[in-house]
Antibody
Framework: EVQLVQSGAEVKKPGESLKISCKGS????????IGWVRQMPGKGLEWMGI????????RYSPSFQGQVTISADKSISTAYLQWSSLKASDTAMYYC???????????WGQGTLVTVSS | DIVMTQSPDSLAVSLGERATINCKSS????????????LAWYQQKPGQPPKLLIY???TRESGVPDRFSGSGSGTDFTLTISSLQAEDVAVYYC??????????FGPGTKVDIK
């Protein structure tokens, strides 16, 4: 079974750093792009960026370029999303998802809730 | 970037009745060389991650009930639930993959029981 399992919920203060993870299993992790999607409370889905774990080729949405860093460690089949200095406005649920075919996402991880509050 | 819009924002349908959700792209997502529409649909139930329902605008993902169907071409698309069941209460999103990155999603349509 293809699965993406994300790290647990985080509560952080503004200005702190954070790295969340997404571990793939049940398929060749290095052969599929992994995407990250933000969902702010009560809102829709926003695509943040994608990474190809095979060679770490990474693309960012202009809205998130410079705000986050996407990386991957293919030796442990894990992709990451990190912030160097969190803001309250980063409070959201973050999903990873495997990019299939030309461009649809399946499956999705269970989500990581990030809460940033002083 | 291609902008996706959906209508209505929400709808309430009686059990067993038809639900229709519309999605419109700011430019065509039909690739002329293969005659395929680069559009997917997802379902997000409360407290759950999104789930892929349909890709290529009308190809149902394996395991998705056949009461879900996708149609349309170019810039106008429709997701139809032919006979609404209680477990279909969710928010539904369309997503284009014609011009990427970025991959853009519609704002979502909430489906409830009347």
């Amino acid at each position: 079974e293809v699965q993406l399992v994300q790290s647990g919920a985080e509560v952080k203060k503004p200005g702190e750093s954070l790295k969340i993870s997404c571990k793939g299993s049940g398929y060749s992790f290095t052969s599929y792009w992994i995407g990250w999607v933000r969902q702010m409370p009560g809102k829709g889905l926003e695509w943040m960026g994608i990474i190809y774990p095979g060679d770490s080729d990474t693309r960012y949405s202009p809205s998130f370029q410079g705000q986050v860093t996407i990386s991957a460690d293919k030796s442990i089949s894990t992709a990451y999303l990190q912030w160097s200095s969190l803001k309250a406005s980063d409070t959201a649920m973050y999903y990873c998802a495997r990019l299939v075919g030309i461009g649809w996402f399946d499956p999705w991880g269970q989500g990581t809730l990030v809460t940033v509050s002083s | 970037d291609i902008v996706m819009t959906q209508s209505p924002d929400s709808l309430a349908v009686s059990l067993g009745e038809r639900a229709t959700i519309n999605c419109k792209s700011s430019q065509s997502v039909l690739y002329s060389s293969n005659n395929k529409n680069y559009l997917a649909w997802y379902q997000q139930k409360p407290g759950q991650p999104p789930k892929l329902l349909i890709y290529w605008a009308s190809t149902r993902e394996s395991g998705v009930p056949d009461r879900f169907s996708g149609s349309g071409s170019g810039t106008d698309f429709t997701l139809t639930i032919s006979s609404l069941q209680a477990e279909d209460v969710a928010v539904y999103y369309c997503q284009q993959y014609y011009s990427t990155p970025p991959f853009t999603f519609g704002p979502g349509t909430k489906v409830d029981i009347k």
